[in-house]
């Protein structure tokens, strides 16, 4: 096993841009759906508030740098990456998503011990299958296998522990999708595997390939059965499914090569694809949205639930800088350079740690003990649960009097599975609700520039950090610091 320090040296080397940091002391809270163990309490059971996922008190955890998202989520599956390089799963594991070689749902963080040889440094889950990358760059996959989604010839419908993929290639992000993946590398170059259309073709995509027309991408987020891309200058691309104009171009047709999202200016530092909704982050921490609007997921505060064909301001948050969001199947999560969460979307099972009511523009989350004690650095939304990883907020370096925990943690989740996989009954519906008609959000959540302490960006790519040295008006934007100034994500 890996040191901290060993990991920490290794991914600074091997990702141009990451930073050494010391692990944040922070605590991982959960809310939402439980029915498979997903929130990691060692329980099932619905909570309607954020709730101490316990199991990762005492446990470090890092996630900054370029390609390193602290926290991603899904449908009923969540991982967490610790300081080592550990890759610990939890949540539904009908298909062996989470890695374990059994097919038993994990009610709590449990070490994949077929990748305890490597140092993990990101992991994604899809819709039955799951993929993460080492810090050599290596790709590895596992899970539900019979679309090509883990990159191999089909032996046996699962892969029940990790397999290593594209030996020789450099991978520095990974992004899983209903039945598809993603693959970022050193070159900027995006590859893609599965079944990209959600409509079950026999004619699939079993080995990673070179997605044409596109170079020098910092970026990749892929949706339910919709992909975006971010470019090194700051341009936001996309293809795939577009039902619901995720695509963001201006209408519903299907895209099979990537087009540029033109209503968006060459200044986006985020990108983030949902089950079936976008958004993206511009450099100065303003927030917009597209696709589809049912319960307010898209936080502009249409009840109407209209598609959006085209991006869309969030202008409820003006005012504020977000730095981090995530999009879920039916809700949307975002964090301010203050620390400050704030959700939009629907509401029941308490996904929105709101109670239950749907919410059509952002609104804040409160955690135990109160927002005065906690600075909020990385969300996730899933399916119909949610996470965040929080760190206290001390006078002279004290835990805040009303909470009493003081161990260390911080967190990354990933997307999770869907459906009953003995039934086979994988629709284009297949992101959804399983009692009602809901979205899943795979491979819909991550980390943006800015969450760490301000250093020196040594990333190979020219994506402009987040800026928030003054929150950005709703007309008139202000200067955005110099590159050289954050650390590029």
């Not at 020098?216 to 090194?232: D, P, Q, V, W």
């Not at 600075?375 to 949610?386: P, T």
Request: include cysteine; aromatic fraction near 8%; charge should be negative.
């Amino acid at each position: 096993m890996f040191s901290e320090e060993d990991c920490a040296g290794s991914l600074a080397r091997k990702f141009p841009g990451f930073v050494k940091q010391p692990p944040v002391e922070s605590v991982v809270f959960a809310w939402g759906v439980n029915e498979d163990g997903q929130l990691g309490l060692d329980s099932v059971g619905n909570h309607l508030s954020p709730k101490v996922v316990e199991s990762l008190l005492g446990m470090n955890f890092r996630g900054c740098g370029f390609g390193i998202e602290p926290i991603v989520t899904g449908s009923r599956g969540t991982f967490a990456i610790s300081a080592t390089g550990q890759l610990w799963s939890w949540g539904w594991n009908a298909r062996a998503t989470l890695g374990h070689g059994h097919y038993e749902n994990v009610p709590k963080p449990s070490v994949v011990a077929g990748l305890s040889d490597v140092a993990v440094v990101q992991a994604a889950i899809g819709g039955w299958h799951s993929i993460c990358v080492d810090d050599t760059g290596q790709m590895y996959a596992w899970g539900g296998n019979e679309y090509g989604q883990c990159g191999c010839e089909l032996e046996e419908r699962d892969v029940i522990v990790p397999r290593p993929i594209l030996k020789g290639v450099k991978v520095i992000e990974v992004s899983a999708g209903g039945m598809h993946s993603l693959a970022l590398t050193d070159r900027g170059e995006v590859l893609m595997w599965g079944e990209r259309w959600g409509d079950f073709s026999l004619v699939v995509q079993r080995e990673p390939s070179r997605v044409s027309g596109v170079s020098n991408i910092a970026r990749i987020s892929a949706g339910a059965f919709h992909n975006l891309a971010l470019t090194r200058g700051g341009q936001v691309l996309a293809w795939g499914t577009n039902d619901f104009g995720q695509l963001g171009i201006g209408s519903t047709e299907y895209a099979t090569d990537p087009v540029p999202v033109e209503d968006l200016e060459r200044d986006i530092a985020e990108i983030r694809a949902g089950g079936w909704h976008s958004l993206a982050i511009n450099k100065f921490g303003e927030v917009y949205t597209w696709g589809r609007g049912e319960y307010g997921r898209l936080g502009v505060g249409d009840q109407s639930g209209s598609v959006k064909l085209r991006p869309c301001h969030v202008s409820a948050m003006a005012g504020h800088c977000v730095v981090q969001a995530s999009c879920g199947g039916t809700h949307t999560m975002m964090v301010t350079s203050e620390g400050r969460m704030f959700v939009t979307g629907r509401g029941s099972f308490g996904r929105l740690g709101r109670g239950t009511r749907d919410r059509y523009s952002p609104i804040e989350v409160e955690l135990p003990g109160g927002n005065r004690n906690w600075k909020v650095i990385s969300v996730a939304a899933g399916g119909r649960h949610s996470l965040c990883v929080a760190v206290p907020i001390r006078e002279e370096h004290c835990m805040p009097r009303s909470v009493s925990m003081d161990r260390r943690t911080t967190v990354t989740t990933s997307t999770g599975s869907l459906a009953d996989s003995e039934t086979g009954e994988y629709l284009k519906e297949g992101f959804e609700d399983y009692d009602e008609v809901e979205e899943d959000g795979s491979g819909c959540s991550g980390g943006i520039n800015g969450i760490c302490d301000p250093v020196k960006n040594e990333s190979p790519f020219d994506v402009k950090p987040v800026s928030c040295t003054s929150a950005p008006l709703a007309v008139e934007k202000p200067t955005p610091l110099q590159l050289d100034s954050l650390t590029l994500k």
